[in-house]
Every structure is written in C-alpha cells, then in structure tokens.
C-alpha cells in the first residue's frame, strides 16, 4: 500500500534556529501534500495544504513566513520552521493526497519538535 | 460550536464489546475521513466515506449525507483497538473532530 516516510521522527533545537521536516510518497506520486500540527491532548490542525510546483496555501492564523512549505517534487514536500520559539514545540504530521480532490490520504508518522 | 462533533469524547470497553463512535458535521463535505492515531502518534487512514457503509474486518464506517453524521463501529473489539478515534471532513477545507479516545480493557 501507499506510505509516506516523514523525517525525521522528533528534534530537539535551541530557539531562534530553523528546523526542516521532511515528507516523502515513496511509491506513489503526490501532488497535493497537507501539513497539520497537534499541541498535547488536542485533534490535528490543518496548517497548510502544498501543491507540487506551486505556492501553499496556509489555513488562518498559519504564519507562511514562519513556517515556510516547499513542493518541488511529487515526491517530497518539506516544512521549515523558522526561527523557532517554545510555543512551536509540537507534532507535526505530514499526509499525501490521492484520487479526485486529493481524498485519499496517507499519512506521515509525525514529527515531534521540542524548541528549548 | 465547533463544525465537526464527536461523541463520546472517552469510551472505556471491556474487550469483545461492540462499540460505536459518531461523529456530526455542520459544513457541506465531499468526503468524510476516520483516523486513527495510537500512542505514538502515528496516524492511520481507516475509511473514506463519502456516502453509505464501508467495511474493513471489523470496522465498518457508515455515512448519512441527509443527516450530516457518521457512525464507526468496531465489533469485537480488542485491547489493541485502544486508540484515538478521529473523524475528519473535506470539502472546501478540511476540519477535524477533537476526537475519541478508546481504551479497552482485556
């Protein structure tokens, strides 16, 4: 079946540096990629959708400039978190869209982010 | 009031116990998606639903479009079914449930 390899699985940094978290289709073609992030005992948010080749779309109160998405490939989308603080220590989880409208979704088995 | 509601918000069964989850939605969808996430956070994609009943061992996933609502149940459940349980809906955008958090018990 479909899978998607995220990496890396958790990272520590020190605030202010950047963090780049890596999602990878690795026997199918993405187009459209989502990325999601989970504070403790809370659902998914959807932070931003990323289409290959083209700018992402940030849900609201997603700052673009913060965390930064690029989709070069139908293969590997990648977050960057910039300057990281605290407050975005998180998970971060990937999925890939398949099919019409990009339901069929597979996801990435997360990234937990601890900024000290 | 949030656009997508589930219930229960916890569900405790003793293992073998048929177990229902729902879940409504107040937006327009094109598909209804339920999520499982253990532990470790890993996700996994149970169904897409975008009318009536699917079916997948001992999952089975329906949908009432009219009614705005889906149902996941689990029959014959088992300790390792212990999962976070999350609907989610797409249409223009996608939301997500705040999920239900199953343990059962051996």
């Not at chain 1, 020190?14 to 005992?41: H, N």
């Not at chain 2, 569900?11 to 073998?16: D, F, K, M, P, V």
């Amino acid at each position: 079946g479909a899978v998607v390899s995220q990496h890396p699985s958790w990272v520590i940094c020190k605030s202010g540096t950047s963090v780049k978290i890596e999602c990878r289709s690795l026997d199918f073609q993405a187009t459209t990629m989502f990325w999601y992030r989970q504070f403790p005992k809370q659902s998914l948010m959807l932070m931003a959708t990323s289409n290959e080749g083209s700018k992402a779309t940030y849900e609201q109160g997603v700052e673009k400039d913060k965390f930064l998405i690029n989709h070069a490939s139908l293969t590997l989308s990648t977050l960057t978190v910039t300057s990281a603080h605290p407050e975005d220590s998180s998970f971060y989880i990937c999925s890939a869209g398949q099919g019409a409208g990009a339901n069929v979704l597979t996801f990435g088995a997360g990234s937990r982010l601890t900024v000290l | 009031k949030n656009e997508v509601e589930q219930s229960p918000q916890n569900l405790t069964a003793q293992e073998g116990e048929f177990i229902t989850i729902n879940c409504s939605y107040s937006v327009g969808i094109s598909a209804l998606h339920w999520l499982q996430q253990h532990p470790g956070g890993g996700i996994v994609s149970l169904f897409m639903l975008s009318s009536g009943k699917k079916k997948h061992g001992r999952l089975i996933a329906t949908i009432n479009i009219q009614e705005k609502h889906s149902s996941l149940h689990i029959t014959a459940s088992h300790p390792r079914d212990s999962a976070v349980y999350i609907c989610a809906v797409t249409g223009n955008d996608m939301r997500f449930g705040a999920g239900t958090r199953l343990t059962v018990k051996p």
